[in-house]
């Protein structure tokens, strides 16, 4: 009878197994989906952020294929303190933008760093700050502004649940560079609210506004769409998809857009 229960009991935990296996690997896929919604959280991450953007130009039949390189690489610097590097480099190509010309090329790049308590604050509050550096990268006259910049970065969030609720913001001044180009100093402002469910599934709604203070013009996007973390071979991956339509945007600028991020994961 003995011999008996134990059979029935090394059946039962055998074939449990492969559900709580499929457990644990949800719950992995939730909490780094929470991850991602967080800016700063402790998460080596390199999203290949796939933008098209429409009906641009002054006879709006342009458009632009823009993918921003952004790894995100945390360090320890110290007990209870990160530093988050976030890099976003743009590969562009646009046709039509300037009629008759398309053009090809890199993009300037902003650099950013966060310093930001490990540990969430009074009301789970979670809060990073630090510099942003504009570098001349561009590679076309039309995609860059041969300046160098720097300013302030921030953001401030908190998560409860599913929900996490906060607001990413810079402003870079230019301080050096081609004398003969419009000098920079641009405000950014992303508010962002996502819902994250057990399957790891984000919905996202967000604004990336800026303002150019040179020119007195808004640039006012609002993003919409739906996130998915999966595993491809043993490489954890996160895809989306989101539509944007302009609120805002200066003569000339696009009108709607389509998003496709793809981010490629490197828990610790």
């Known amino acids: ?5 134990r059979a029935v009991l090394c059946a039962a935990l055998v074939l449990a197994a492969p559900s709580t296996r499929a457990q644990t690997s949800a719950d992995d896929a939730e909490a780094l989906a929470r991850q991602l919604a967080n800016p700063v959280a402790s998460l080596i991450s390199v999203p290949f952020q796939n933008n098209w953007d429409f009906g641009i130009g002054p006879e709006d039949d342009g458009w632009r294929w823009t ?6 690489i945390p360090f320890s610097i110290a007990e209870d303190w990160n530093l988050i590097s976030r890099t976003i480099l743009p590969v562009v190509y646009q ?3 300037v009629p008759g010309t398309d053009q090809f090329g890199l993009g300037d790049t902003l650099q ?3 310093l930001s308590p490990k540990a969430a604050g009074p009301f789970g509050l979670i809060w990073g700050a ?6 001349p990268t561009g590679t076309d006259d039309l995609l860059r502004s041969e300046k160098w910049g720097a300013g302030p970065t921030g953001v401030v969030l908190t998560q409860s649940g599913p929900w996490t609720v906060g607001m990413l913001a810079n402003h870079v001044w230019s301080f050096a560079g081609n004398g003969d180009r ?4 641009s405000t950014f402002l992303q508010p962002f609210v996502n819902y994250t469910t057990k399957r790891a599934t984000g919905f996202i709604l967000n604004t990336e506004s800026s303002y150019d203070w040179e020119a007195e013009e808004w640039s006012v996007p609002l993003n919409a769409g739906v996130t998915q973390v999966v595993k491809i071979g043993g490489q954890r991956v996160q895809i989306g998809l989101l539509g944007r339509w302009w609120a805002e945007t200066p003569e000339g600028g696009p009108e709607w857009g389509l998003r496709l991020p793809i981010t490629l994961l490197f828990p610790r």
């Open 112 to 114: 950013s760093f966060f």
């Open 95 to 97: 046709d039509d933008v």
């Open 182 to 185: 419009a000098d920079v100093s």
């Open 1 to 5: 009878m003995a011999n008996a229960l």
């Open 130 to 135: 630090g510099p942003a550096l504009l570098l």
């Open 67 to 72: 993918m921003n390189v952004q790894p995100v």
